[in-house]
């Protein structure tokens, strides 16, 4: 399946990151409805604390490690839903709100949705904004290719229940420094098993 990735960035204080995916437009609605999910899937988001305050406002803290020098934050986020899409707003912070869009591919048989993810900064007048360069999200292209990357699994694989529970229960509440150890340790298995089973086949091939 060839998905593209797009990342473009405006002299309007906004970067947007576009990406195609194989779900429907109301499977991928669905999908972003969970909130929590669509953050820790950023692997530049270390995640503290999520708390859910009300339907539509939730309480977020962690560090930021897109900037050279990560930075802290907790903010509250308050979700809008749009007629195609969502969006999230910030109560503080540079970022005044995040825009995300759905909408229908025709005539592309690789894909069935577009999602449109838009970073906006124009909360703060353009000399308090200069001031807070370095707390700018500039994770966004990063978020857009293993969002991507989740949602062609999520397509293959969420029909399978010990996937699904893998995912949400044991592989989203972990950190993005827990995920890449924990692959490694995978890989490292695997290989070891494979170096196992190769060993007993030629053990039983040698004096059978």
Not at 17 to 23: E, K, M, N, S, Y
Not at 83 to 89: P, R, T
């Amino acid at each position: 399946m060839n998905v593209t990735n797009q990342l473009e960035q405006n002299s309007a204080d906004a970067a947007w990151a576009i990406l195609h995916t194989p779900l429907s437009t109301p499977e991928l609605t669905q999908f972003c409805r969970d909130i929590e999910r669509l953050f820790r899937i950023n692997p530049m988001l270390s995640v503290r604390h999520w708390r859910c305050l009300d339907a539509n406002h939730y309480f977020f803290a962690g560090r930021n490690i897109s900037q050279p020098t990560p930075f802290d934050f907790e903010l509250v986020l308050t979700v809008q839903s749009l007629s195609n899409g969502l969006q999230i707003e910030y109560d503080q912070g540079v970022k005044s709100r995040t825009t995300i869009t759905i909408d229908p591919v025709c005539n592309q048989s690789d894909s069935r949705s577009r999602l449109t993810i838009t970073d906006h900064y124009d909360g703060l007048p353009k000399s308090e904004r200069i001031q807070h360069l370095h707390q700018v999200d500039k994770s966004i292209s990063i978020w857009a290719q293993d969002l991507q990357r989740y949602l062609i699994n999520w397509h293959r694989w969420s029909n399978y229940r010990l996937w699904r529970w893998y995912m949400q229960r044991i592989w989203q509440p972990m950190t993005p420094m827990g995920r890449r150890i924990t692959a490694i340790l995978l890989w490292v298995t695997a290989f070891e098993l494979t170096l196992v089973l190769l060993g007993a086949a030629i053990f039983y091939l040698d004096y059978a």
